[in-house]
């Protein structure tokens, strides 16, 4: 254990003080249901006796496959509490991804939602060897029913018996790129990341959080800040739009967070203009970056209360694009990923870890409390990734002079093109100002002639029929012709991995096929 002197509260120390503060409002609220802070307290304290009647080792790996629930997530708390580690499996992944992350995690429990995810649950049950408790968040016909678990352990009052050096979480990469990593953070590494989102976003006074994105990830951050400011969590199970605008409406939610794609979906709907919007003060968007001329149709439609997150599965949050920075006088800021969170040292090194000059492109590389400890099982990349101790995110951007950063586009990602390095991130940014373009994807295709060709896949907007000659032209005029793309294909969507982001892995493999086929 480390010297109590620099011991700090954990993050599940951080909930029970404020369930404690706030013991009669709702913490959490779901279509048919709420949850006091009390109750929440109350609950987290039941679980942790089950899981501790396990008699497991400190660090074991509990995994959770949940749609957005108050037991599951008070599941996590409790077993952190109990000095057990959390894992949660993406509610959007396929079944392989699951049991590979189950199978390298080595996790030992698994509690699923046996309302949503039941069938994949027993799946999972079936075919991951290293398991040694399955829990079922109501009945399953397999398992052992946890609700009913907990009504059994009677009354017990949550307590903290984690410290600093214990594993708090093992959260899995998005894979974008290749074999998901499992990021380990101890609870020395896990419990700066609320007072940093409190800290440096624009979360309100008393935030009715409303979560629609899955609570496993991203989403998820926002629970414990929105507790600690005594808010209430508004619980939708997935993206149903009509849901969203009723919800917002009803409840006067005044912050949520969206993926770009959840928000064109809403802007597109037609009950956009009837819903009264009016109690939002903040929605944060993240995961990719925004077309600008929709990011503008956002704000004059539904306020000025955009702010863009920037982070990763090993660093979360590094920056942030705040409300402020939206403004359709000053549009050049909109491609930006913000401006470096206060409890992050940020810098843009080249190859040799050199900082480069002002406007240079190199690799956004971070120093911070809440960064990864290490790539579970994996030392080589570990060490390339927090080489010089510095986090290498992979990202490649350049920042201005007054230190926004603006992302080019991941390093792996990058196009050499007839020699020239091209980012796709830059020939998206030109294609997506285009009226006739909803969203758009740039790959590289490999070419005899180029190496490789750059290739754009377009998705138009609905009732419009770009013409690729024109949008060829539209980059050549722009950023010149060794950045104008060889071929453009039109389909009707873009492969997206689980968190929201366009798969260019799929798109890369050439078998990505939409909902008609992609054409030259």
Same mark, same amino acid.
């Given at each position: 254990?480390?010297?109590?002197?620099?011991?700090?509260?954990?993050?599940?120390?951080?909930?029970?003080?404020?369930?404690?503060?706030?013991?009669?409002?709702?913490?959490?609220?779901?279509?048919?249901?709420?949850?006091?802070?009390?109750?929440?307290?109350?609950?987290?304290?039941?679980?942790?006796?089950?899981?501790?009647?396990?008699?497991?080792?400190?660090?074991?790996?509990?995994?959770?496959?949940?749609?957005?629930?108050?037991?599951?997530?008070? !599941?996590?708390?409790?077993?952190?509490?109990?000095?057990? !580690?959390?894992?949660?499996?993406?509610?959007?992944?396929?079944?392989?991804?699951?049991?590979?992350?189950?199978?390298?995690?080595?996790?030992?429990?698994?509690?699923?939602?046996?309302?949503?995810?039941?069938?994949?649950?027993?799946?999972?049950?079936?075919?991951?060897?290293?398991?040694?408790?399955?829990?079922?968040?109501?009945? +399953?016909?397999? =398992?052992?029913?946890?609700?009913?678990?907990?009504?059994?352990?009677?009354?017990?009052?949550?307590?903290?018996?984690?410290?600093?050096?214990?594993?708090?979480?093992?959260?899995?990469?998005?894979?974008?790129?290749?074999?998901?990593? =499992?990021?380990?953070?101890?609870?020395?590494?896990?419990?700066?990341?609320?007072?940093?989102?409190?800290?440096?976003?624009?979360?309100?006074?008393?935030?009715?959080?409303?979560?629609?994105?899955?609570?496993?990830?991203?989403?998820?951050?926002?629970?414990?800040?929105?507790?600690?400011?005594?808010?209430?969590?508004?619980?939708?199970?997935?993206?149903?739009?009509?849901?969203?605008?009723?919800?917002?409406?009803?409840?006067?939610?005044?912050?949520?967070?969206?993926?770009?794609?959840?928000?064109?979906?809403?802007?597109?709907?037609?009950?956009?203009?009837?819903?009264?919007?009016? $109690?939002?003060?903040?929605?944060?968007?993240?995961?990719?970056?925004?077309?600008?001329?929709?990011?503008?149709?956002?704000?004059?439609?539904?306020?000025?209360?955009?702010?863009?997150?920037?982070?990763?599965?090993?660093?979360?949050?590094? $920056?942030?694009?705040?409300?402020?920075?939206?403004?359709?006088?000053?549009?050049?800021?909109?491609?930006?990923?913000?401006?470096?969170?206060?409890?992050?040292?940020?810098?843009?090194?080249?190859?040799?870890?050199?900082?480069?000059?002002?406007?240079?492109?190199?690799?956004?590389?971070?120093?911070?409390?809440?960064?990864?400890?290490?790539?579970?099982?994996?030392?080589?990349?570990?060490?390339?990734?927090?080489?010089?101790?510095?986090?290498?995110?992979?990202?490649?951007?350049? +920042?201005?002079?007054?230190?926004?950063?603006?992302?080019?586009?991941?390093?792996?990602?990058?196009?050499?093109?007839?020699?020239?390095?091209?980012?796709?991130?830059?020939?998206?940014?030109?294609?997506?100002?285009?009226?006739?373009? +909803?969203?758009?994807?740039?790959?590289?295709?490999?070419?005899?002639?180029?190496?490789?060709?750059?290739?754009?896949?377009?998705?138009?907007?609905? =009732?419009?029929?770009?013409? +690729?000659?024109?949008?060829?032209?539209?980059?050549?005029?722009?950023?010149?012709?060794?950045?104008?793309?060889?071929?453009?294909?039109?389909?009707?969507?873009?492969?997206?991995?689980?968190?929201?982001?366009?798969?260019?892995?799929?798109?890369?493999?050439?078998?990505?096929?939409?909902?008609?086929?992609?054409?030259?």
């Amino acid at each position: 254990m480390s010297d109590p002197l620099h011991a700090f509260p954990t993050a599940c120390a951080q909930t029970l003080r404020a369930l404690a503060r706030y013991p009669r409002r709702t913490a959490f609220s779901w279509p048919g249901g709420s949850l006091s802070y009390a109750g929440a307290s109350d609950l987290i304290g039941r679980l942790q006796k089950v899981f501790m009647q396990l008699g497991l080792q400190p660090g074991a790996r509990v995994a959770l496959l949940s749609a957005n629930r108050a037991d599951s997530w008070c !599941s996590g708390v409790a077993a952190q509490l109990a000095r057990l !580690s959390v894992t949660s499996l993406h509610p959007l992944g396929s079944l392989d991804d699951q049991l590979f992350q189950i199978e390298d995690s080595e996790t030992q429990v698994l509690v699923v939602d046996a309302d949503t995810f039941r069938d994949r649950g027993g799946q999972l049950a079936a075919r991951a060897s290293n398991l040694k408790t399955v829990f079922t968040l109501g009945p +399953a016909g397999y =398992g052992v029913d946890l609700l009913a678990a907990v009504e059994a352990a009677g009354t017990a009052s949550p307590r903290n018996l984690a410290g600093p050096d214990d594993i708090a979480t093992l959260n899995y990469t998005g894979g974008t790129t290749g074999k998901s990593k =499992g990021a380990l953070r101890t609870h020395r590494e896990y419990s700066g990341f609320a007072n940093a989102i409190l800290a440096d976003f624009e979360i309100p006074d008393t935030p009715s959080y409303l979560t629609v994105a899955p609570i496993s990830h991203v989403a998820g951050t926002k629970v414990l800040p929105t507790l600690m400011r005594g808010g209430t969590v508004h619980l939708l199970k997935g993206f149903d739009p009509e849901a969203v605008f009723k919800t917002i409406a009803r409840e006067r939610i005044n912050f949520t967070l969206l993926v770009p794609t959840m928000i064109y979906v809403l802007l597109d709907h037609p009950a956009l203009d009837k819903t009264d919007l009016s $109690s939002l003060e903040l929605l944060l968007y993240g995961a990719s970056a925004m077309s600008p001329s929709r990011l503008v149709e956002g704000i004059e439609r539904i306020g000025p209360v955009f702010s863009q997150l920037y982070g990763q599965t090993e660093c979360y949050p590094v $920056s942030v694009l705040r409300k402020r920075d939206h403004d359709p006088k000053t549009p050049e800021l909109f491609t930006s990923c913000g401006f470096p969170i206060a409890a992050c040292d940020v810098k843009v090194l080249d190859d040799n870890d050199r900082e480069v000059a002002t406007g240079e492109a190199g690799e956004i590389c971070v120093r911070a409390p809440h960064v990864m400890a290490e790539y579970w099982k994996r030392p080589e990349q570990t060490a390339e990734t927090l080489k010089n101790g510095w986090l290498h995110t992979g990202d490649i951007a350049r +920042a201005d002079e007054r230190g926004y950063l603006f992302i080019l586009d991941r390093k792996k990602d990058m196009i050499v093109s007839g020699g020239f390095n091209i980012f796709p991130r830059e020939v998206e940014d030109v294609l997506s100002q285009h009226a006739d373009v +909803a969203m758009v994807a740039v790959v590289g295709v490999p070419d005899d002639k180029w190496g490789e060709a750059v290739t754009a896949v377009v998705v138009a907007r609905e =009732g419009a029929k770009p013409n +690729a000659e024109e949008l060829i032209a539209l980059v050549k005029a722009r950023k010149g012709a060794a950045h104008a793309p060889k071929h453009i294909k039109f389909v009707t969507e873009l492969p997206m991995t689980g968190v929201g982001k366009v798969d260019k892995k799929v798109l890369k493999a050439g078998f990505w096929v939409g909902r008609d086929r992609m054409v030259g």
